[in-house]
T-cell receptor
Framework: KQEVTQIPAALSVPEGENLVLNCSFT??????LQWFRQDPGKGLTSLLL?????REQTSGRLNASLDKSSGRSTLYIAASQPGDSATYLC????????????FGKGTRLHILP | DGGITQSPKYLFRKEGQNVTLSCEQN?????MYWYRQDPGQGLRLIYY???????QKGDIAEGYSVSREKKESFPLTVTSAQKNPTAFYLC???????????????FGPGTRLTVL
């Protein structure tokens, strides 16, 4: 059974620091992995999608990596800003779960001004 | 502007009532999804539709129903059979169903349902 875990559940970081958010999954048979951002009371915003054949994707200050064999992905945020404060979720499209998308519970990030 | 809209933003229901949540997209996406989000839990899939006039149950379909009569619309009805309906409901769409190379999910703003 595919399970997606994000540790820690919450993280506080001073403004300006670089930071890494972690996502792990138990079954390496995935099509892709997606990172989302969610602000309180809002829907999810897609940040990056990495196909299983890719190692990383970049968008602005964000860089996501994927190590499928070890079941890990990281989201690197450079030069953090207070506006980056949100909950970040990762999700995998699992080959062995009828192609359904499995979400982690998210990491709640707070950037301290 | 292309996107996904959900209405209403807030919905209050009395015990025993059925309510319908609206989801509309103008992205020309084939696949649409309904998720439920509860505090401290990840998103859970209620129903999904790979193409118009087709839909399948997700992991927690009991007490819910859907229809997909038009490509743009995927309404969700929360019936009185759903024992704990208070939650945040999210609709999403993708070019094609999960498993293809075009299943990047795009989400609507959500509907918060409260049972009084």
């Amino acid at each position: 059974k595919q399970e997606v875990t994000q540790i820690p559940a919450a993280l506080s970081v001073p403004e300006g620091e670089n930071l890494v958010l972690n996502c792990s999954f138990t079954d390496s048979a995935i099509y892709n992995l997606q990172w989302f951002r969610q602000d309180p009371g809002k829907g999810l915003t897609s940040l990056l999608l990495i196909q299983s054949s890719q190692r990383e994707q970049t968008s602005g200050r964000l860089n996501a990596s994927l190590d499928k064999s070890s079941g890990r992905s990281t989201l690197y945020i450079a030069a953090s800003q207070p506006g980056d404060s949100a909950t970040y979720l990762c999700a995998v499209t699992s080959m062995n779960r009828d192609d359904k998308i499995i979400f982690g519970k998210g990491t709640r990030l707070h950037i301290l001004p | 502007d292309g996107g996904i809209t959900q209405s209403p933003k807030y919905l209050f229901r009395k015990e025993g009532q059925n309510v319908t949540l609206s989801c509309e997209q103008n992205l020309n996406h084939d696949a649409m999804y309904w998720y439920r989000q509860d505090p401290g839990q990840g998103l859970r899939l209620i129903y999904y539709s790979q193409i118009v006039n087709d839909f399948q149950k997700g992991d927690i379909a009991e007490g819910y129903s859907v229809s997909r009569e038009k490509k743009e619309s995927f309404p969700l009805t929360v019936t009185s059979a759903q024992k704990n309906p208070t939650a945040f409901y999210l609709c999403a769409s993708s070019i094609e169903f999960a498993g293809g190379h075009n299943n990047e999910q795009f989400f609507g703003p959500g509907t918060r349902l409260t049972v009084l």
